[in-house]
Every structure is written in structure tokens, then in C-alpha cells.
């Protein structure tokens, strides 16, 4: 699959400049991207394999999403790389907290990673894991105004990131998405959706797992493979049946093939550190009762420690019991 400069308009990041085609096979494909866009070889590169063995334990701020349940007009366009959504509203979504800190992220657009079949596709790896697909939500800091401006700072962007497990059943949330696929399948087609989208419901679709991730620094996924981003993986999967992710597997390249594939492999960890956020109420010790119970290490016994009370009503017992 090779993506021809005539479909920048649409790339997944709007304003960049590449001089070359780029692609997922042969000669244009992902082992190659480094011989033109020299930061595809960088230390800190994405996507990565995330082992849960190898992740240290934190508690950060809790990370916040304003602005996203207010119905927004949207529209999908097939760039020839991937579907890619985007909001039709001045007042974008915002995100701030976690390893953000107070640093405030605006929305710019989210797109989809997917594989050939129902066992592949995701970037990120859990464990060696792969998953059929991949959704990024993409933010750029707020205080450098515009993405095209973001994009030369090592902090630009914030990447939300969703993997997804096959259901039995469609997810209702991802309809009106699916629905529209069908009239974006040549490249450089785009439509906006049939009803209004509420982004919370992609991006919050359960607010207890909200904050159960991993993050670390990284990279864009695709050339010019830039060391900007701030990566946020999310371990709760979300479901789609097996006829929804067939439906991206139709839309088409530039040169009129099937897009069945669009995901990096993993690059080297190297010298970085992946974080595992616990949620702080996770790790507030809870409420214990007052027992009276003490295991003694030393003598292996059990010493039972009674409550004053209880021997003070024990004595008044035996004293009527004896006056009787």
C-alpha cells in the first residue's frame, strides 16, 4: 500500500510536508520510512510493546475530559492510510491531568489502526498481544496554539489510546461511524455523519476505568515519525463485532486496493520507562473494623485481646449469678 503525495490534504496530521511516498509494504514500508524521515530511527519511537511486568507503579493526578459531551457535527474522510474523524465545532474537546499535569491538550482529530483479520491490527502491544484494532485520539497543547506549531515541541501532543476486542455483537456507539464507511471508500472521499457525535462516548465509555493506564514518551506512528508525543494507553478494551472491523477492511488506497492493513510494528523500548497509573482510591487504604485478633509471628498462636467492656459485663454476670 503506497499513499501518494496528492493525499496530504487529508494526512493524518494536517501540515506536514513529505516529499515521499510512504507505505506498510515493500520498498515503502515501515523498515524503509528511516532512509527518508531520519527520526523513524530514534531512540524513543512508537508504537512499543508494553509488558506489565516491566511498568512501574504511580498514582497521578486524574486525568480530565472537558467538552465532550456537547453533540458535535463531524465528518470521515479515507486519506488513503486511514479513516480519520474530525469535529466541525469551534469549542473542541480539551484534556488535562495525569502525567499532563496541568498543561491543557486540545482535540485535532482521532483515526483508526487496524490488521487483515480479527487477530492483528492494534500498534501498541499489551504482553506481546496484538488486537484487531487501534483508535488514537489526537491533542496538541493548548499554549502552542496550533498542531503545525505543536509539532516542533517534544511535549506538542497528548495520543489517547484505545485497543479493542471482537464482540458477538455490534457496538451501538460505533454505528454511526460504520454506517458511512461505505461512501468514503475511494481516497479523498469524506462525509459528514447522520446525527450529531458525542465524543464521551468513544472516549469515556466507562468512567471506572477511566483512569487505568499506561503512558510513556514516544513518537508519531507514521512518518515523519516525530518525538512529540505524550502516549496514553488505555488497559480497559473496547468491543467491536466482527462485521464492524470488516467494514474498514473495504475502503480502498490510492491505487484502488483493499486497505487491510495500516499499523507499525513496535520499536525498541530503549533507555525509557513506561508508567501504570493506579488510580489513588486504589491505593487509599480502606476503612479496616477493630478486631481483637493479633497473629503473634513468633509463637505461631493466635492472642485473642477481649474489650474491657465485655469482661466488665462478664464480672456484673458472675456477681448476680452468685448473689442468686
Known sequence: ?????????????????????????????????????????????????????????????????????????????????????????????????????NDVYVFEQLHFHWGENDYEGSEDLINNHSFPMEMHAVFYKEDYKSINEALNHPDGLAILAYLYEVSPNPNPMYEPIVQVLPEIETVGNEKALREPLLLGRLFVPDTATMQDYFTYNGSLTTPPCLEVAIWIDFKDHQRLSHEQLAAFRDLRTQEGNKLTHNFRPVQPLEDRIVLHNIPREQNTPKNIPRTYHRFDEHSGQRDVKVPFSIIALGVLFAILLFAI
Open 1 to 101: 500500500m503506497v499513499f501518494s503525495v496528492a493525499t496530504l490534504g487529508l494526512l493524518l496530521l494536517p501540515g506536514f510536508c513529505l516529499g515521499e511516498d510512504f507505505g506498510y509494504d515493500g520498498n515503502h514500508g515501515p523498515s524503509h520510512w528511516g532512509e527518508e524521515y531520519h527520526a523513524c530511527i530514534g531512540k524513543h519511537q512508537s508504537p512499543i510493546n508494553i509488558e506489565e511486568h516491566n511498568v512501574k507503579n504511580v498514582s497521578l493526578p486524574p486525568l480530565k475530559l472537558f467538552g465532550i459531551d456537547n453533540p458535535s457535527l463531524s465528518f470521515v474522510a479515507n486519506n488513503g492510510h486511514t479513516v480519520m474523524l474530525k469535529i466541525n465545532e469551534s469549542k473542541a474537546a480539551m484534556l488535562s491531568g495525569g502525567p499532563l499535569e
